[in-house]
Structure formats: structure tokens, C-alpha cells
């Protein structure tokens, strides 16, 4: 019986921002952590921005980094409740060429275990446009971890079994 070789680690290129209509740089603990998070995964770091919570800031930064070629992954972070204020969902889904449902679904389940019934409060989603992944979490440093510790790590590890989301990068603008 072969053994299976190890896969090499293959780094993907993230986006990260920061929707709120309150944090800055030096206050965005979410932030942080998601850039400490993809730092600590060897994944490069292509850019970070904080925009206020505004439809059309959010939708132009996301869509100028859904054009890049060179961003794989964009991670959002505030925005997903459903205060008048949250409005993360309306301006990023129409972006979108596919939703990957499963991903908000996992999340509250996974959430469920920390904040209880709370979790459905939450608006969390992912999904792919231009073969650029799109993952929107909640503002909360504890949502964040959870999102990048449970669920999306694995995902941008092409080494994971049975199958990633790396993988499929080569196909998706098939």
C-alpha cells in the first residue's frame, strides 16, 4: 500500500475590511486579529482597509478587489446583524456570482456553541465572484476568530481532506 505524499502549502493572496461606522485602525481588534490570523497561516496580506458602513464604500472597494488578479480571498469583518446600520449583505451578495451557503449555515451552527440562540442574529455569508472567495463575518474579534478558526482556514488550506476551496481556484472562471 503507497502512501499519500504530502502536499507543499500554497499560499493564497487575502483582502481584509473592516465595516464600521466607529472603528479605526488603531481600534479594529477584528482586524487584527484576522491579520495576525493570516499572517500566522504564511497567506500574504495584499491590502486592508476600514470603510463606514455605506453601501456604495463597501461595494467599491469590494468589487476594485474582485477585479485584481492577484487577490484570491477577501475577508470582511462588521456590517452582517440586522440594524439599520448593518448593510454588509445588501451591498456585497449582488457582487456575487455564486453563494457557497454552507458557509453561513456552518457559521451559526459553530456559533451556537459560544453565544447561544444569538447566533441568529447573524448574517454571515460567503460566496465567489470574478474566482475571488468573499467571506463576510460579523464585527466581533470572538465571531472572527471562530470564522477563521473553524471554517475558513481549513478551506484556504489546499492541503485539507477531503476537498478546499483551493483547489478549486484554478476552476472557478471556468
Not at 23 to 34: N, P
Not at 52 to 81: A, F, M, P
Not at 101 to 128: C, H, P, W
Request: glycine share 8%; proline share 3%; net charge negative.
Amino acid at each position: 500500500m503507497s502512501k499519500e505524499i504530502e502536499k507543499e502549502f500554497k499560499s493564497v493572496n487575502i483582502a481584509i475590511l473592516t465595516i464600521s461606522d466607529r472603528r479605526t485602525m488603531e481600534e479594529d481588534d477584528s482586524g487584527d486579529l484576522l491579520v495576525n490570523r493570516v499572517a500566522d497561516a504564511n497567506h500574504v496580506m495584499m491590502d486592508r482597509q476600514i470603510c463606514k458602513d455605506n453601501c456604495y464604500q463597501i461595494r467599491s472597494i469590494v468589487s476594485q478587489w474582485i477585479l485584481q488578479e492577484d487577490v484570491h480571498v477577501i475577508i470582511t469583518t462588521g456590517g452582517t446583524g440586522i440594524t439599520g446600520h448593518d448593510g454588509t449583505p445588501e451591498a456585497i451578495l449582488p457582487l456575487m456570482d455564486k453563494t457557497i451557503d454552507g458557509f453561513g449555515e456552518m457559521f451559526r451552527s459553530l456559533s451556537y456553541k459560544n453565544i447561544k440562540t444569538s447566533t441568529l442574529q447573524s448574517r454571515a455569508f460567503a460566496g465567489v465572484a470574478n474566482g475571488t472567495f468573499t467571506f463576510c463575518l460579523p464585527g466581533s474579534p470572538g465571531a472572527c476568530k471562530d470564522g477563521w478558526d473553524l471554517l475558513i482556514s481549513e478551506q484556504l488550506d489546499h492541503r485539507t481532506r477531503p476537498c478546499n476551496l483551493v483547489e478549486l481556484m484554478p476552476r472557478l472562471k471556468e
